[in-house]
């Protein structure tokens, strides 16, 4: 097997540019494919990471117009057995502004459990405590890339914004500097994405003149089902204010599975437009070797005369169409994820390559490869030694 292979290397070294250019073919394709996977994964990582950030990993509750959710309601919330923890949420568009900088932003009023529910990572001074949201304080967290814009460095403690929501504007002392899931998204859109900001919910009360809440985020106990708990929950606050569907439960974990399952749909549509390309670079290793073997008649005639059997000539030419597949694919993998790695280093973001997406693409090339090399090889098996020996090539 051994001098079979390296006769078959041989042959594909005697016509090396075009063996190149046909190995190149599929290079492309099984990077092209890789870069796919591994996009996928990134941009699978970033959501989940960025919705997970907003809170988006539990449960929400919300009323209807014919229903309220007030102190009361999150009391009730709080004594079920299958909740660990609860926190009102309100939220409101804004005007976020600080010397010369003005952005829109997202207000988010929460109260000292934010970090423990919604993922708030406070990367310099603190999070929000029960003192703010006990005396309605004016002091607010900031998101990273407000505070790099507006005073020229991450860290802003104890500086002042003015915040310009329902109708009045306010001054609020940072307290603390978050930094909001990976910032992909932020990357990709600019200024499409509002920045963040979280000040006490109870402050925002004040200045909103309201006692209800937008919605309730809802950590459940380990071990619970969310969809389940959403039912037993929305059917208490039914029964306890006499409404009918007056409540609804959003399992956020299903709505970012769904997201997921989304993107993951997507890739496999890209890679299946990346894999004719690697049907297209198999075809070629068919046209190839059919040349080859039209110029090497003669070649195979001599051997067959001299008693080389229908076998031997048969799986040479597998094996240089195996050889061909295998090299390109092999390069295609570390160049497809070497240009992934290199472009997640200049977005900043960690990469986990699919190393099953490439290798699937890599084996789907090798497979194809030798089945388009099957025609050209039992063409050149099939041949008559005495008609092979008259041809003029």
């Not at 090339?365 to 388009?372: A, E, I, N, R």
């Amino acid at each position: 097997m051994l001098e079979r292979i390296s006769f078959a290397w041989r042959s594909l070294c005697r016509k090396r540019g075009r063996s190149i250019l046909t190995a190149l073919g599929i290079v492309i394709g099984v990077a092209s494919v890789t870069i796919i996977g591994n996009i996928s994964q990134c941009g699978s990582d970033a959501l989940n990471t960025e919705m997970d950030s907003l809170g988006l990993s539990g449960l929400t509750i919300s009323a209807s117009s014919s229903a309220l959710l007030q102190d009361e309601t999150l009391d009730t919330i709080e004594g079920c057995e299958q909740v660990e923890q609860a926190m009102p949420v309100l939220m409101q568009t804004a005007s976020l502004s600080a010397r010369s900088e003005e952005t829109d932003a997202l207000l988010w009023g929460v109260d000292e459990n934010a970090n423990r529910i919604i993922s708030i990572e406070a990367i310099y001074g603190r999070n929000l405590n029960h003192q703010d949201v006990l005396l309605q304080k004016n002091v607010c967290l900031i998101d990273e890339s407000f505070s790099q814009k507006a005073f020229g460095r991450s860290n802003s403690i104890g500086k002042t914004v003015s915040i310009l929501y329902g109708g009045a504007e306010e001054v609020y002392t940072i307290v603390g500097v978050v930094k909001t899931g990976s910032g992909l998204l932020q990357s990709f859109m600019g200024s499409y994405i509002p920045s963040f900001v979280y000040v006490p919910y109870t402050t925002m009360q004040s200045s909103l003149g309201r006692s209800t809440f937008d919605q309730i985020a809802v950590r459940i106990a380990e071990g619970e089902d969310a969809d389940t708990v959403g039912q037993q929950l929305t059917s208490v606050l039914d029964r306890q204010t006499g409404l009918t569907d007056g409540y609804m439960a959003n399992n956020l974990v299903k709505q970012k599975h769904s997201l997921t399952n989304m993107l993951n749909i997507l890739t496999l549509v890209l890679s299946a437009v990346g894999a004719i390309s690697l049907l297209v670079a198999s075809l070629s290793i068919m046209t190839v070797m059919l040349v080859s073997v039209q110029e090497r008649t003669r070649e195979i005639g001599i051997k067959k005369a001299i008693g080389a059997q229908k076998s031997v000539i048969l799986s040479e030419f597998l094996w240089e169409a195996l050889l061909l597949s295998l090299i390109g694919s092999l390069i295609g993998v570390v160049v497809g994820t070497g240009a992934s790695y290199l472009g997640a280093a200049l977005f900043g973001i960690s990469l986990e390559p699919r190393m099953d997406i490439a290798l699937f693409a890599a084996g789907f090339s090798m497979v194809s490869g030798v089945v388009f090399g099957v025609y050209p090889a039992m063409k050149a098996a099939s041949l008559q030694p005495i008609e092979a020996l008259r041809t003029d090539t």
